[in-house]
Structures are given as C-alpha cells and as structure tokens.
DNA sequence: AGTCTTTGCACCATCGATTGTGCAAACAAG
DNA sequence: CTTGTTTGCACAATCGATGGTGCAAAGACT
C-alpha cells in the first residue's frame, strides 16, 4: 500500500516531493500560475505529481483564507414533496454547473428555524443562499445582511433584496376559470359550490385566492366568504376541515381548489376514510404538479410551477450586484387532467 | 448601526473585549472551559459577550484545526421522487438532533459522478458519508476508505462497509402475492399476465425479480422469462417497454410489478398516450410508496420501504467502530390501494 | 564589463479556531 | 517563612491554502 493512502496529500507534500515552494504548488493548482510567472514546465511536473497523488485542495483551508467556500446554499421549507425535490434536483444541477457545491437544507417554514438555519449555512461560509418558501424571508434576511452574504428570495417574496415567484394570481385564475369550466353547461357549478382548501396567510395563498376570487364573481356572479378555507399546509389540518365539511354537509364540494399538493394528501386521507363515496361529481384544481395526482379518478387540473425558470431567472439576478428588492413574476402552467409531464430527472441518462 | 454588522465577530474580537486571551474564549465557547479550569465568572462574561456581538464560530476554522466539519453527507441518486426525498427529509432530521449539518447531495446514478461527488465532499472534510442507492458503492468506498472517512450503505449494497437495505426479497413477494390474490377466484391469473416492468441489473431489483419469480412459481406454477423486463429506471424507458407491448398485444399485462415509482411515472406517460382505454382490469403493484399512486382509477398495491428504520439502523451501525461488512435487512411494509400514509412531513408543527 | 529588465520562484503573514504547555498567583501544609 | 499544590489563565504552534513582497539569476542593452 502506497504512502498515499490513509491521509490526503497537501501542497506541503508534494512542495517537498517536487522542490518548489508551497505557494508555487498552490498557483499551479488553483490556476493562478501564469499570472505568477511559473515555468510551464515546473507547472506540467506539479500537476504530475498532483494527479499521482490524488491531490485535492483542502475546502477548508481555502475557505479559510480566502472566505469564499464554494458553497451555495437553498434553504427549503420541506424536501419531501415533489415541488420542493424538483426544486432541490433544477437548483443542484445550476450549482454544479457552476462548478460550485449545493448544500440543500429544510427548515420546516419555521421563522425561527430558518434564521437558525441560516446562521448555520453562514458559519460554514456559503457563498450565495437561496431562500426558498421561507415563512419570515425578512428574517433570514437580516442575519444574511449582517455578513454581507448575498442572498435572494424564491416562491415567496420578501422585501428587502429581489424575489423569484410565480405568479399566483395569474396561476390561481387559470386553475379557477378550467376548474369552473370543467363542469357541463347544463351542469354548471353555483358559487357556493367551488371551495377553496389549504394554504395559509402568505404572500402565494393571497395572490391565489385573489385569482379565484376575482375569477368566481366574473364567471360565476358571486364568491361567497364562507368558500375560503385555508388551513394552513398540514396534511392533517386540511383532512380535518374537509372531514368538517363533509360532516356538514353531507359531500364535498363539487368544485376544489386546493392550495398545494401536501394539502392535497390531506384529501387522500380524507378519501382514505370514506371508501364507498366515489366522488363521481368531483373537479379538483391543485396548485402543484404530480404526475400521478393527475391521473385520479376524478379530474384533476394541476398548475406547475415554472421551477427551472425560477431556478434560472434567481440565478441571473442574483448575479446583478446590488439589485432592487422587486418581484419577478414567472409565470406557470395549466396542466389538464390525465397528463404526463417530463421533470428534471429526464435529463439524466440512465446507464443500463 | 452598531458595530457588530457588516463582520463577523471572532473569538479575538470578543478576547480583546473581554481581557481573556483568544484561547480562553475558545476554550468557553466550545464548551472544554471546565476541563481547562476557567473561572466561572470569566466564562459567564465570555458568554455575555458572545450573545451581544452575536457570536457563532468560523466552522472553517474550526474544522481546518479540528479536521473534523460538522457535516454529514447524504449521497443520493437523485432528488426528485418520493421515495429519496423522504430519505432526505428523514436523514436531516437525524443529522440536526445530532448538533450536526446535513448535506444532501445527488449524483445521478452514475458511478462516475458517484465518485467525483463523493470527493468533493471530502474535500470539504466531511466526517460521515451515507451513500443510498449507489450504482457502485464500492467505487465510493475506495475513495472514502483513503482518506479514512467512515461510510455507510442504504437501500443497495456494497462488499466492503455495512449496508442497510430494504428487505427486497420479501418485499418482491409480499407485493407479487398481493397483486395475484388481488384478482377473483373466477378469473385468476395466468402466469403469463404477470410482468414484471423498470430496475436494471443490481441487487434490489435482482432480489425483487427473485421474490417475483419465486412466488410466481409457487402460487401459479410457472414463471416464463418473457416476463421480466428490466428497463432501467429511466421513465421514458419504460413508457417505451410498455408501449411495444402494448403495440404486441393490444393490451397491457392483466398483472403489473413496477419496480420503482419512478418507473411507475412511465406507465402514467403510456397511458396519456392511450386516453380511451380505461385499464379496466389491471392491478398494479408498485416497489416504493406514492401517496397518489395509492388512489389511482385502477388498484394500485405498493411497497412502502422503512426509510425512517433504515436511518435509524444506518446511524446505529455507523456509530459502532469497525463493523464488519454485513448486510441489515429492514421489513418494508405492503400497503393497500387507496391507503394515505403519514410521512416524515407528519413530524412538523405547521403554524398557523 | 556594468546597468537595467525580465523571469521564476521562495518567503512569510494571514484566515479563525484548537490544544499542548508553561507559569504566575493563590492557597495549603509543615 | 519555605516548599508544594492547585487554580486560572496566557502563549504559541498548528491545520492547509492564498497572495503580497522580495530577490537572485538570466537575459538585454549600452
């Protein structure tokens, strides 16, 4: 077993085993050789050795002295949806692209925990954070601001520094006037028939319920108050209000918009726990994408959301040097029922 | 604005105010005071001071001394499916209650980059690695083992550190049994309707084949190799495996084992293209759990892996000095059509 | 041959925290 | 009052890479 084996090999090592000095090697190998005037020669035998022994560049190290870590963090309410995955997936290959490294973290759309969070990814001297869903993006922006660590908001926006959204209202309209209009003529949905279920008091449920209801009064005539449940994005908080209203009223609402798809796995539960209704008159609107939630037994129109074109569009403004705190719109997508949509995993290759 | 904005504060920032030397303040700051014998009222003091300058280590520092970062890494295929991401979701959940920083990392199955990612982790100097679902776990295991760096494997094995997987061969006949007692006595299976479709050439898709085979032959007393059909696990890959069946037959198989929710993603694409077939007598049986895949139109039986117990059992076994390089087997669970399950997401407060 | 310029590289301080060691002051024992 | 012990902390080396500065040797020029 060769001496290279068991600890990494550093510049001091092969300074010695090629007879330059440490920052000699530390030019050639971090690019900065030739504006140091190094023979080519004395490079090509640095870089030998280097590839010899495994050299790689200590993060730390570098990090250290020059306060740059290569790092960029995206601070996600939750993984474990399929928004927020293609969200982490489209932002991880940005990052590599870059030849930087994605450090993903959730922090459960708790202030508190996102502030926590942040100061956590800040001790580890991220270059750029991503904030994405963040409940309190002010917040997580004052402890960005204080060290000067470039940051910008995504899904939904703060005011202080620039912000990548989709836009809700316009999504919450689209997904309201197919929902509506999913319904036969001689059919057609009263107000008080289309229901509005999860989400909570945030920047994205305003502009979504503004849509739906700006949509319910044009095409429907009315847009009764009673119709706006928001029970915040637990799945179980939304099972219990549709258990509430079925309890009530003896069904569903024909019409359901609702918020998210994590709100959606509410309703599963809820289906879950009446299994003989067939829902046979049911239209669902959902502000995400599954694909599988698109195949349901009832209709189910979905909006997507633009991630690679928010992924995108935060990373050019990002760049800008000191932009304005507005708000870029991007915008979504209808999708109807029964439909298959391709995702960031389809521009893998699959090796078999 | 106070002087604490704009740079953080060091441990000599808060020596010269305090009067200490900077290795008091260290030794205060990470706890090993008492073990140095430091009054406390020095310590109270140090602390003080901290809080008001809003004090939190350079981990790259600390990490360059101590060799050691405070960073976990989670290698994963990819992102974006339910399965990994409650994997992440899970694991970081792990890491946090362990005081430590999850990073979370995909590298598309190729051994390639399974490799180079697992490098650039450790020139971050990582202090654990968890690698799930790699293609070539050992491959990974070379690069870990030279630097000392201890790993562990989930959901596919490798030779030469412990590994916690899925149960795969029960799990493959739990789910080929339930999908053949699924059908009526009066119009059982033949073993020709039962295909097995997605997974390519490792162990847990040869495992499941072995279970799928295995109960085929014990329950309908033949099982002809036509009807395995590993497509990797590319989507569009099995939309087309599907599609030349179907193009064969006219119809899909009567009984469906889909490898992977991912794979299952190609049947939904397949049957976009086919709106006007309603799949009246299918039953599917899916490896992996999907909370909408559950409810689908036609009966979908699915296997849920233990990701919490699998976690838990990797962080077990990680923890123990040198184990040896044996295999943990973790129970996966057979779920019901139309079942809503809790997940990881279940464990958070939503505020309100 | 003497001066000037360019080439090619070595030296050394530095980033912020950790940790082994040394040592004065306070206290105890004789 | 002297010697020995404990308390409480300061000092300085160190982790690995970076980048400013300095300087000898080689080449150019008069």
């Known amino acids: 077993m060769t001496k290279s084996s068991k600890k990494k090999a550093t510049i001091y090592d092969l300074s010695v085993l ?38 790689t560049a200590n993060r730390q190290a570098r990090g250290l002295r020059s306060s740059r870590s290569g790092l ?23 990052v590599r692209s870059k030849g930087q490294c994605p450090i993903v973290v959730s922090a459960s759309r708790d202030p508190e925990e996102e502030r926590k969070t942040a100061e956590t990814l800040i001790s580890y001297s991220i270059d750029e954070l991503f904030i994405c869903g963040a409940t309190d993006p002010d917040g997580v922006h004052e402890v960005c601001e204080t060290v000067g660590l470039k940051h910008i908001n995504i899904d939904l926006p703060g005011t202080k520094v620039p912000s990548v959204i989709s836009d809700n209202y316009e999504g ?21 028939e289309l229901y509005l279920f999860g989400g909570r008091d945030d920047h994205a449920s305003r502009e979504r319920i503004r849509g739906f209801r700006a949509v319910k009064r044009e095409l429907l005539g009315d847009d009764p108050d009673g ?14 209000a549709f258990e509430a209203f079925y309890e009530k009223h003896g069904k ?18 809820f289906m879950a726990g009446h299994p003989h209704e067939n829902f046979a008159d049911l239209v669902v609107g959902c502000y995400d994408y ?6 349901l037994p009832f209709p189910v129109i979905m909006i ?49």
Not at 228 to 238: D, E, R
Not at 254 to 262: A, E, K
């Open 172 to 192: 919450g309209r689209m997904l309201t006037e197919a929902i509506i209009r999913h319904f036969p003529a001689d059919q057609p949905l009263r107000p008080d």
């Open 227 to 240: 119709c706006i449940q928001p029970t915040g994005y637990a799945p179980n908080n939304a099972r219990l």
């Open 18 to 55: 090629s007879g330059s000095s440490p920052s000699t090697v530390s030019a050639v190998l971090n690019g900065t050789w030739q504006k140091r005037r190094i023979k080519e020669s004395t490079a090509a035998l640095i870089r030998d050795l280097a590839e010899t022994h495994q050299y």
């Open 252 to 269: 569903l609402p024909r019409g359901l918009f609702v918020n998210s798809s994590i709100n959606f796995e509410g309703l599963l539960r």
């Open 304 to 352: 997507r959301q633009d991630v690679e074109g928010m992924i995108t569009k935060a990373f050019e403004v990002i760049e800008e040097g000191r932009p304005q705190p507005r708000i870029h719109l991007i915008s979504p997508e209808l999708v109807q029922p029964r439909t298959a949509l391709t995702g960031p995993l389809d521009a893998l290759r699959d090796i078999d």
């Open 72 to 94: 960029i963090g995206l601070l996600l309410p939750v993984h474990d949806n399929r928004y927020f995955s293609s969200m982490a997936q489209t932002f991880e290959a940005h």
């Open 290 to 295: 599954d694909p599988f939630a698109s195949f």
